[in-house]
């Protein structure tokens, strides 16, 4: 049973690839749109780039991951793809599995051109072990965010619309471009509340290959996270098939 569920699994990411990650458009909402948006402050402060970089890595795997994520699983509902799936038979939550994996392939594709053309031409050298884990962990957690906010609405473009809230508070305020450390208290109770603050963290922990608690408290909370988005969204997902 468990090999015919993981099969599954490999088509449904093998077809979503070929559907909707490889694509322009999502290759470029993954992958231009975080480095237009650091680019604009490297210009302003060139001399602070390197310190930007978690920022943009955290940024491409936001982006890459819910690029087509918050919309997949409803276009296929219209259609009535996913009813077809089921009749193979496979289970929702194996469904869901699928959408949340080929979504992270497709993120850590992206995050990795990012992460090797950063640290190729600033000179970085992370930590792997600790930038492996966080990059791992942050591609599940925001593929299964994009799945969640997919099924808790009816219409693709209402997910998009409700996905774009999380996603640009989060720019601002987890500590993309602006330390988390130098907020007002109000502001930076609500930044420890996004899953994005703690990637970040991860992040800079890993480049600054120093071994710390702090790094493995950003990445219990990474995996609280996971559980907190990916069970509600196979939940959620079982209830439309009802």
């Known amino acids: ?33 975080p480095f237009a948006w650091i680019l604009a402050f490297y210009l302003r ?32 509902l219209r259609l009535g793809s996913l009813e077809r799936l089921l009749l193979a038979p496979i289970g929702s939550s194996t469904v869901l599995l699928g959408k949340v ?40 957690v925001f593929s299964s965010l994009g799945a969640l906010l997919c099924v808790l609405v009816k219409e693709a473009f209402e997910a998009q619309t409700l996905l774009n809230l999380p996603r640009f508070l989060m720019i601002f ?31 800079q922990w890993s480049f600054s290959r120093i071994c710390s608690r702090v790094f493995f408290i950003d990445i219990v909370a990474l995996v609280g996270f996971l559980v907190l988005f990916i069970f509600p969204a196979m939940k959620l997902l079982r209830r439309r098939f009802e």
Request: proline residues 6%; aromatic residues 14%; neutral net charge.
């Open 1 to 33: 049973m468990w090999f015919d569920n993981l099969r599954a699994i490999y088509y449904i990411v093998l077809k979503d690839m070929r559907t909707y990650y490889l694509k322009p458009p999502a290759v470029s909402w993954g992958v231009v749109f």
């Open 173 to 203: 305020l987890s500590g993309v471009v602006y330390p988390v450390s130098a907020m007002p208290d109000k502001l930076r109770y609500l930044a420890h509340t996004m899953p994005l603050t703690y990637t970040i963290g991860g992040l």
């Open 45 to 76: 402060n060139p001399q602070d780039f390197t310190q930007l970089v978690p920022g943009l890595i955290a940024m491409t795997i936001l982006f890459s991951t819910t690029a087509a994520e918050a919309v997949v699983i409803n276009f296929e």
């Open 101 to 140: 994996l080929g979504g992270s392939i497709f993120g850590l594709m992206m995050v990795t051109i990012v992460t090797f053309s950063s640290c190729f031409i600033l000179k970085l050298s992370p930590n792997i072990f600790y930038l492996t884990l966080t990059l791992i962990l942050s591609l599940l």
